[in-house]
């Protein structure tokens, strides 16, 4: 789906990695792994187009992608390491921004898959981290998009909502979607590791 070819990247006038060329393919997780600081997220908002600050060629399905962005925007789901909530909104309120096609049904349905039954209708600021985050991730479950981008979709999840995740990321791959994340915890999935730190210039 998206080629990297020589990708580098620079942060605050250093060098954290250069050469870096990999393919994510249709029904691939990958888990892009590494030391703090070595620019896991940086090449997260590389790829999704967030920070268009870097040498080397993105390629999505054999285009650049520059010459298709609007395309590959459509095709792709990216959760970053913030929720992304309103916390003002209900957790059903803040899914249906991100999904307004889907009926409730499809909403609370998507909310108590990650265990946030009973909470579709609580202001957002009173749900706890944890909470948060799987409100952000229940967007997965009404996503149509091919090519997930998730950096540390684990962190403040509990053991039950942790399965569930990787239930849907797995479902995610057999249909032929792809998969990229990072995690600072154990990824039980079958996944291609991609070290960041084997391109690293700088130390972490």
Same mark, same amino acid.
């Given at each position: 789906?998206?080629? /990297?070819?020589?990708? &580098?990247?620079?942060?605050?006038?250093?060098?954290?990695?250069?050469?870096?060329?990999?393919?994510?393919?249709?029904?691939?997780?990958?888990?892009?792994?590494?030391?703090?600081?070595?620019?896991?997220? &940086?090449? /997260?908002?590389?790829?999704?187009?967030?920070?268009? +600050?870097?040498?080397?060629?993105?390629?999505?399905?054999?285009?650049?992608?520059?010459?298709?962005?609007?395309?590959?925007?459509?095709?792709?789901?990216?959760?970053?390491?913030?929720?992304?909530?309103?916390?003002?909104?209900?957790?059903?309120?803040?899914?249906?921004?991100?999904?307004?096609?889907?009926?409730?049904?499809?909403?609370?349905?998507?909310?108590?898959?990650?265990?946030? +039954?009973?909470?579709?209708?609580?202001?957002?600021?009173?749900?706890?981290?944890?909470?948060?985050?799987?409100?952000?991730? %229940?967007? /997965?479950?009404?996503?149509?998009?091919?090519?997930?981008?998730?950096?540390?979709?684990?962190?403040? /999840?509990?053991?039950?909502?942790?399965? %569930?995740?990787?239930?849907?990321?797995?479902?995610?791959?057999?249909?032929?979607?792809?998969?990229?994340?990072?995690?600072?915890?154990?990824?039980?999935?079958?996944?291609?590791?991609?070290?960041?730190?084997?391109? &690293?210039?700088?130390?972490?």
């Amino acid at each position: 789906m998206l080629a /990297l070819k020589d990708l &580098s990247c620079e942060r605050d006038n250093r060098l954290l990695f250069e050469g870096l060329s990999v393919t994510f393919g249709a029904g691939d997780i990958w888990h892009i792994d590494g030391p703090n600081g070595v620019g896991k997220t &940086s090449l /997260l908002r590389q790829i999704t187009g967030v920070s268009r +600050y870097h040498g080397g060629e993105l390629r999505w399905r054999g285009r650049d992608v520059a010459e298709c962005r609007y395309e590959f925007a459509q095709s792709l789901v990216y959760i970053g390491h913030t929720p992304g909530i309103k916390k003002a909104l209900s957790a059903r309120e803040n899914l249906h921004h991100y999904c307004p096609a889907a009926d409730t049904s499809a909403l609370e349905g998507a909310l108590a898959e990650l265990g946030l +039954y009973g909470f579709e209708d609580v202001p957002c600021f009173r749900l706890s981290a944890g909470q948060l985050r799987r409100v952000a991730l %229940a967007r /997965l479950a009404l996503a149509s998009e091919p090519f997930w981008v998730l950096d540390e979709p684990f962190t403040a /999840l509990d053991v039950h909502a942790i399965a %569930a995740l990787e239930q849907r990321l797995s479902a995610h791959a057999a249909r032929g979607g792809c998969v990229v994340l990072t995690s600072h915890q154990p990824v039980n999935l079958p996944v291609q590791r991609l070290a960041l730190g084997d391109y &690293s210039v700088v130390p972490a």
